[in-house]
């Protein structure tokens, strides 16, 4: 592998600052900060999926954001295609856009109501190339088929379309520059399951017919098991396990992920009598102390994690799967099964 | 929604809302009115400005529409001459406000960011229009006006000094809702400039209670400056540019010695009837641009909804997804 | 066999929208048990969530009509219960929890004022003081006495702002209704109840406030619970918490429950007995494990199906073609016939097809399909 991965992410930060009232100004106390996303590095490379697994408060859709430069990090670099576009700001970013397309999770509000198809998923290419009006409709009825959009619903609103179509114009929209990175984030939460299925069959086919590279920012666990190709699983900002999907689903080794793995409801009616065991919330995001973040909840919990932030370590035997556990060797075997208890157990 | 579609809704309330359709057609005809007014006044009018007659505190007749007052000036004219050019001031009133309202407003609430350039002119604004709406309008217009010198355009330039702070509250309201939509953000991601982004959705995006709110607006200004007029006897009267409020005054002091009803009738009238206009009309207007009632009325236009969304009728006849309901025959 | 808690027959309910009529339910019948958990599961428009708001009469009734069917509530048809009445029959017989907590608990009030609102409710009514649905005897109520007025004062000192604070509220004198509370919030395994009384809704993380309106919805004494999509706003993991919590307490407490879902694995995990929900009607109903395991309906067998649960390298998800049809446009027959793979001429003809039973089992709980060839469902892949 000598060619750059496509996408890189070096140890990124991003703070939000709490603004504070005028008496803690005074008082000189230090501004305290929300860290949304807090050390995470990693990779996509052309042409693959990466999933990105997590919960509320877990920095998922910040890094999103990051990533297509809707935020500016506050540490860190951000590579694309081997160059550092970390700092890149005005027309130039503006022209860089046309690599990194992103696909919102609310169907309603990511469409502009006053705007027709054509205008909506052509607003890209008009950003991009200065292109004429009739050249624009061209392409976008040209690009509505491949996102299972009939080609004569160019002049129509977006509130004419149920939740699925709506998706299909964001898709469009994304895809209409020829993206070399789409970043989805929920693209799929806020609709019925067939129309679901329908969506990711259509990334998928998008994927191979157009080499794109995807980062899939879900909590839907079935969702990453379908498209993405590896899988990262972030907790309160920082990446707790990384590696191949089948790897990360299927054995996880992070407590986090067994935990996320068990939850997760299957169509499997013995759940009925079964509890699941993992308590507690998340806890804050505002300046947090060292030590590893799920300690309050991990099961598995000795002191050391309490203390000490666990290191992203690779896996011995796997070059490719990094895992942040004190206790990885010990834990690995355990399934996630095995966090349910049958009813009537304490 | 565009334009056309928006005609064509404001088309479906204006004949299923009887109110609605008066304070439209009234609204027309208002203008219609000032318009002729302007340009040729004796299609309307039998009377030249100052145009005493011998009949003093003729009641209304044929001659005489509306009555003559003590100096045998016909009402009716000077309150026709009066159109013009209060409809003229409330609309460059609400015209300046907006302008300017709408300006810092989108200033204020786009670019609002603590700590950069933007954040700091956004507070400057915010507490600037704080300060000016600590005042009750009409006292400071009042003020503004007397301290100017009593006179139209004095009366003028005060209430556009006071009137704009609510459009900026309201402007920025209105882009801060919007400011955070996904849509903006995905705009941004394609590429496109923040100017462009400005005009092309936020603008568009919050024209519409805008405009609702301005509508009525007129009506409430025209009463406003009426009122200033009437108070600060700002406008003489008579004169050859006669002004309702001003016409009122005059006449309420008249009335004690001579109470005849037609005298003030007739430029109460006007001013009631107009702010009635605006008023059905921005009622109706709201109601076009209100998301659920336009709702109901798009389902009920004559052109049906497609039964199946979009994604389903037929793209490639081997698409799995591109069977119509119904008509795709099924195996048996 | 005990008597069922609720027995929904034949309901129809329409909204009449502008022009036309939207049939949001049509000819809805079923029947839970005591102690038993019925899932109600179907995708967005199929009438599930009307269904549930429907019998504690909760839909706004002048755009929404009842057509016909009874709800027969222990013994008492709520559809001829005249509407000032209502009030009675909800809180203590029928309870609702809802989607978004944000929205259901109000937010200018604090967990302690709201719960103690439900537990002085529930008081007053078994003391007879305020009237309270009982469907087996005579209403003694006297109506022309007031109610009376709140005791202990709690709940007018609510509305200042800033006059309860935590450390008040927990050093009132405020007898009994704080001991009741308390244990309710131990009920929902709150670990630190005293502290949660003092707290504002926001001030809540998701799943702690959707067991504040469990802990309401509960500390009623319910007969009935319906739960509207009580965890699809929560994240994977507190979801799972929250289900378990559920569990635990339907086990404990006996309460019947009507849960309504979109989410097939969540139904999976919680209910006795299914129904499936197709735009506005029920298509099937049964044990949850039979329907699971031996769908007898086309429509439930495909979602079954496009419920992904496989990788990419497998090959492409299964889906169901075309979409959901237009309730205020409905074609004769059967409504899924359109999207059908089974379907043949005889489907696209009224009536619609009725739920019948198949197999064998005591006949409340045995499973029925509305399908008019559930065999050859069974041969589907």
Request: hydrophobic letters at 45%; one cysteine or more.
């Amino acid at each position: 592998m000598n060619a750059p991965p496509l996408l890189e992410l070096d140890r990124v930060q991003k703070f939000f600052p709490i603004s504070r009232s005028v008496s803690e100004y005074f008082a000189g106390r230090p501004g305290r900060n929300i860290h949304a996303v807090d050390g995470v590095s990693l990779t996509v490379g052309s042409g693959e999926t990466l999933g990105l697994i997590g919960e509320s408060g877990s920095g998922k859709t910040t890094l999103g954001w990051l990533v297509c430069r809707l935020h500016s990090v506050t540490g860190g670099r951000i590579r694309f295609g081997g160059e550092d576009v970390t700092e890149l700001a005005g027309p130039a970013l503006r022209a860089w856009r046309r690599n990194v397309q992103v696909v919102f999770q609310d169907p309603v509000g990511s469409l502009d109501p006053r705007l027709r198809v054509w205008q909506i998923a052509g607003e890209p290419l008009r950003a991009q190339g200065g292109l004429g009006k009739s050249e624009v409709r061209r392409r976008v009825r040209d690009l509505l088929p491949s996102v299972g959009l009939p080609p004569d619903c160019l002049d129509q609103y977006a509130y004419e379309f149920s939740g699925g179509g709506r998706q299909r114009i964001s898709l469009a929209r994304a895809l209409s520059v020829s993206p070399r990175l789409v970043v989805l984030d929920e693209p799929t939460s806020a609709l019925d399951v067939a129309v679901q299925a329908q969506i990711l069959n259509r990334l998928v086919e998008l994927q191979r017919a157009r080499r794109m590279a995807y980062l899939l920012i879900t909590h839907n666990v079935a969702a990453v098991r379908y498209v993405a190709d590896r899988v990262a699983v972030m907790y309160l900002g920082q990446l707790v396990e990384l590696g191949s999907m089948r790897a990360v689903l299927d054995r996880p080794v992070h407590p986090y992920t067994k935990a996320l793995i068990a939850a997760v409801p299957a169509l499997d009616v013995r759940r009925r009598r079964t509890r699941y065991r993992i308590g507690g919330d998340v806890p804050t995001l505002i300046d947090p102390k060292p030590g590893c973040r799920f300690a309050a909840r991990c099961p598995f919990v000795i002191d050391r994690c309490r203390v000490e932030d666990p290191p992203l370590t690779a896996y011995p035997g796997d070059p490719e799967r990094l895992v942040a556990c004190h206790r990885a060797e010990e834990v690995r075997d355990i399934a996630p099964s095995e966090l349910l208890a049958p009813a009537g157990a304490s | 929604m565009g334009v056309r579609d928006t005609l064509r809704l404001f088309w479906a309330v204006l004949r299923a809302n009887p109110l609605t359709l008066a304070g439209f057609l009234m609204v027309a005809v208002l203008c219609g009115l000032a318009g002729i007014m302007a340009i040729d006044p004796w299609l309307l009018v039998r009377y030249g400005p100052i145009q005493t007659s011998s009949a003093s505190y003729a009641p209304p007749s044929w001659a005489h529409p509306l009555g003559t007052d003590n100096i045998g000036l016909d009402i009716y004219s000077e309150v026709m001459r009066a159109l013009p050019l209060d409809l003229g001031i409330a609309l460059a009133i609400v015209g300046a406000s907006v302008l300017i309202g709408g300006l810092l407003g989108l200033v204020a609430g786009y670019w609002d960011r603590p700590g950069t350039a933007g954040g700091a002119s956004s507070i400057v604004i915010l507490r600037t229009t704080d300060v000016f709406l600590a005042f009750p309008s009409l006292l400071l217009a009042l003020a503004i006006t007397i301290s100017l010198g009593r006179g139209p355009w004095q009366a003028v330039l005060a209430l556009m000094l006071t009137w704009w702070p609510y459009y900026v509250r309201l402007v920025r309201g209105e882009v801060l809702a919007v400011k955070h939509l996904p849509y903006i953000q995905a705009a941004r991601a394609a590429g496109v400039s923040e100017g462009r982004i400005v005009l092309r959705h936020v603008v568009r995006n919050i024209l519409e209670p805008i405009v609702v709110y301005l509508t009525m607006d007129i009506g409430t200004v025209l009463v406003v400056f009426s009122t200033i007029a009437f108070v600060a006897d700002a406008i003489p009267y008579p004169s050859a540019t006669p002004e309702w409020g001003s016409m009122l005054s005059y006449y309420q002091q008249i009335l004690p010695i001579a109470s005849y009803p037609w005298l003030v009738f007739g430029p109460g009238a006007a001013i009631f009837l107009t702010v009635l206009a605006f008023s059905l009309l921005g009622d109706g207007l709201r109601d076009v641009l209100d998301p659920r009632t336009r709702r109901a009325l798009v389902r009920s236009r004559s052109r049906p909804l497609p039964e199946v969304p979009a994604e389903a009728s037929p793209a490639r006849p081997d698409d799995p997804e591109a069977k119509l309901s119904g008509e795709v025959p099924q195996p048996a | 066999m005990t008597d069922p808690v609720l027995t929904v027959e034949g309901l129809t309910v329409n909204y009449s929208v502008g022009a036309g009529t939207f049939h949001a339910l049509q000819d809805v019948s079923l029947e839970i048990r005591p102690g038993e958990v019925v899932g109600i599961v179907g995708e967005t428009g199929c009438g599930k969530s009307t269904l549930g708001h429907a019998i504690p009469r909760l839909l706004p009734e002048p755009p929404a009509r009842i057509e016909s069917g009874r709800i027969v509530f222990r013994g008492t048809d709520l559809v001829t219960v005249p509407r000032w009445k209502l009030p009675m029959v909800r809180g203590t017989g029928i309870a609702m929890i809802f989607q978004e907590p944000l929205n259901s608990l109000n937010p200018a009030f604090r967990v302690y004022d709201q719960l103690a609102e439900a537990v002085r409710i529930r008081r007053l009514r078994e003391s007879g003081r305020l009237p309270m649905f009982r469907p087996d005897r005579d209403d003694p109520f006297d109506y022309s006495r007031p109610p009376p007025p709140p005791k202990g004062g709690t709940l007018a000192n609510a509305i200042v702002p800033g006059g309860v604070t935590a450390e008040a509220v927990q050093g009132r004198r405020l007898g009994s209704y704080r001991d009741d509370v308390l244990e309710y919030l131990r009920l929902v395994r709150i670990n630190d109840p005293e502290t949660v009384l003092g707290l504002y809704p926001h001030e809540l993380s998701g799943g702690m406030r959707q067991r504040v309106m469990i802990a309401m919805a509960l500390s009623e004494k319910p007969s009935l619970l319906i739960a509207d999509e009580p965890t699809s706003a929560l994240d994977v993991t507190i979801q799972a918490q929250v289900l378990t919590l559920l569990k635990e307490l339907i086990d404990e407490i006996h309460t019947a429950v009507l849960f309504i879902s979109h989410d097939l694995g969540v139904i999976a995990e919680t209910v006795d007995l299914l129904g499936v929900m197709y735009a506005g009607r029920l298509v099937e109903i049964g044990p949850a494990a039979e329907v699971f395991e031996s769908p007898r309906h086309p429509y439930t067998k495909a979602l079954l199906r496009a419920t992904p649960n496989r990788s990419k390298a497998e090959g492409a998800l299964d889906t169901i073609p075309g979409a959901v049809p237009n309730l205020s446009r409905l074609r004769p027959g059967c409504r899924f016939q359109p999207r059908c793979v089974l379907a043949r001429p005889v489907c696209a003809n009224d009536p619609h097809p009725p739920l019948v039973p198949i197999g064998f089992g005591p006949a409340p709980a045995v499973h029925r399909t509305a399908c008019l060839f559930p065999e050859e469902v069974a041969q589907l892949p």
